[in-house]
């Protein structure tokens, strides 16, 4: 039976984003209409988005029905927030995938002199789990948040929470962009808001591991089923900030080189990098895979593409879970949100 499908894509206008929606287009049953609600924080950027989704379908041999729906949301202003969750909550009376994808990185520049020794020491190790880049310390959101922590964690987390009706109506499934820089180190549990941590990014992406190991199951019983990926490592639009144009190709022949010696990580190709976001929306059976794993996208030496799972290690999953729920009120009081529908 043709259905329509709808997708909400937050942060659809980035690398990553985009290639989710191409991907989502070509792994679709064929007779399916598909629905993309774009978000970004700027409504020309959410259309730009479209544009881009609409040519790539229209290119394809068989295309198929598209419609674009630009959604104007800036994760760092809970007010904003709500408001798009009253949004999709008014226009839609089903949303069936919801793609976490967007994601705040503060680097404020490069440490040459570390990255230089890094990348004579251990090279793979070097364009794998940098430790030169530079990240701003200290930065607060206008609502008085840790900045990467409202933009990457609580700012989706709250938007989820508000619209659990229609992703529960839709059968949903949710999945949250991590990443293979993601380790328990990274989540000092007396700074949860990552205000003083000299790698919030990097804390930011713990945490949605360990915020998914703790509501994961909760979800399953509204019949909505949430996963949690990484995409490897792949040359984004964020990168070009703080390179020029040498040290770009520099770090493009070190990410070849990195892949050809073994590090199954180096997707590189931004599409092979939508590869675990896209696959675990199409499990067939999904009470038969497992949801407390992370699915990473991972290239083989020579490029072909494949999944990678790896365990998920759970310290702190009941400290996190409480805290964001204490969160959310927080933010249900400060808003005036009556009532949580779910
Ligand atoms: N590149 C890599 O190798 C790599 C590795 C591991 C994981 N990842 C993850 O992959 C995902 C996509 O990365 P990318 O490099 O493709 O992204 P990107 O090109 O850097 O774009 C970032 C996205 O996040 C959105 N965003 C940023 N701040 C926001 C805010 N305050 N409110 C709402 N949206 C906001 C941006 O939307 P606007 O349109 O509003 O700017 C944009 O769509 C991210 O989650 C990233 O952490 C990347």
């Known amino acids: 039976m043709p259905s329509e ?75 904003n927030v709500l408001n798009a969750s009253i949004t999709l909550n008014k226009t ?14 503060v680097c404020s520049g490069i ?16 364009v794998t789990d940098p430790h030169y880049k530079i990240q701003k310390v200290g930065l607060m959101s206008k609502d008085d948040m840790g900045l990467v922590f409202e933009a990457n964690i609580f700012g989706p987390y709250y938007l989820i929470r508000k619209i659990l009706q229609v992703l529960s109506a839709g059968k949903a499934v949710i999945v949250w962009i991590s990443s293979i820089r993601s380790d ?12 003083e941590s000299s790698t919030p990014y990097e804390g930011s992406k713990r945490m949605i591991d360990v915020m998914h190991l703790a509501t994961y199951k909760s979800l399953k019983a509204k019949g909505i089923y949430q996963y949690v990926v990484q995409p490897g490592i792949f040359v984004s639009q964020s990168f070009n900030v703080h390179l020029n144009i040498i040290t770009y190709y520099l770090m493009m022949i070190m990410f070849y080189l ?25 499990f067939r059976d999904r009470d038969f895979e497992r949801q407390d794993i992370k699915y990473g996208s991972a290239t083989y030496n020579d490029g072909v ?19 964001l729920s204490s969160k959310e009120k927080e933010w249900d009081i400060r808003l005036n949100v009556q009532e949580t529908k779910n």
């Not at 049953?29 to 988005?49: H, M, N, Q, V, Y």
């Not at 839609?92 to 990185?105: C, D, H, P």
């Not at 440490?111 to 070097?126: K, L, M, S, Y």
């Not at 328990?184 to 205000?195: A, G, H, K, T, V």
């Open 5 to 79: 499908k709808v997708v909400l894509i937050i942060g659809a206008n980035s690398t990553l984003g985009l290639n989710i929606a191409y991907r989502q287009i070509e792994s679709q049953d064929p007779e399916d209409s598909l629905t993309f609600i774009l978000t970004s924080r700027s409504i020309e950027r959410a259309k730009e988005a479209g544009d881009a989704i609409k040519t790539f379908n229209d290119q394809r041999e068989a295309t198929r029905e598209v419609k674009t729906v630009p959604l104007v949301l800036d994760l760092t202003d809970m007010k």
């Open 92 to 105: 839609y009376k089903e949303i069936n995938y919801v793609y976490v994808n967007a994601a705040l990185g």
């Open 111 to 126: 440490n040459w002199f570390r990255a230089i020794q890094e990348v004579i020491t251990n090279p793979v190790q070097a």
């Open 184 to 195: 328990p180190s990274y989540l000092p549990f007396n700074d949860l808001e990552l205000i």
């Open 258 to 282: 990195a892949r050809r010696w073994g590090s199954y990580w180096h997707t590189i190709d931004p599409y092979k990098a939508a590869n675990s976001p896209v696959y675990v929306t199409t």
């Open 305 to 323: 593409e494949h999944i990678k799972p790896e365990e998920l290690n759970s310290i702190g999953k009941g400290q996190v879970l409480e805290f």
